[in-house]
């Protein structure tokens, strides 16, 4: 069974910077495609940014300038670096990692609050 980990959330200025790092465990299969998604109160889980195994990334058009997913294929991680942080930007951030072979997965998030 695939487990998902997200670490890096916390409380940051507007205008600062985090960096998320999404760690997954127990499988053999490499993942097609890994992403970020966030969650506000009261709202639904929105996607963020993804990016597949061949490096092609997409983003929310909110973040899209500001944020930046990564992948490191050899440990099975994918981070988000965000930066110029805005309290818009204050949610839940959730790793989810898919693949044809193994199915699709998600983190229990991490909370990223952005306020000064």
């Known amino acids: 069974q695939v487990q998902v980990v997200e670490s890096g959330g916390g409380l940051v200025q507007p205008g600062g910077s985090l960096r998320l790092s999404c760690s997954t465990s127990g499988s053999i299969f490499s993942f097609h495609t890994m992403g970020w998604y966030r969650q506000a109160p009261g709202k639904q889980r929105d996607l963020v940014a993804t990016i597949t195994s061949g490096g092609s990334t997409n983003y929310a058009d909110s973040v899209k300038g500001r944020f930046s997913i990564s992948r490191d294929n050899a440990k099975n991680m994918v981070f988000l670096q965000m930066n110029s942080l805005k309290p818009e930007d204050t949610a839940v951030y959730y790793c989810?990692?898919?693949?044809?072979?193994?199915?699709?997965?998600w983190g229990q998030g991490t909370q990223v609050t952005v306020s000064s």
């Open positions: 989810n990692v898919r693949s044809y072979a193994a199915g699709t997965y």
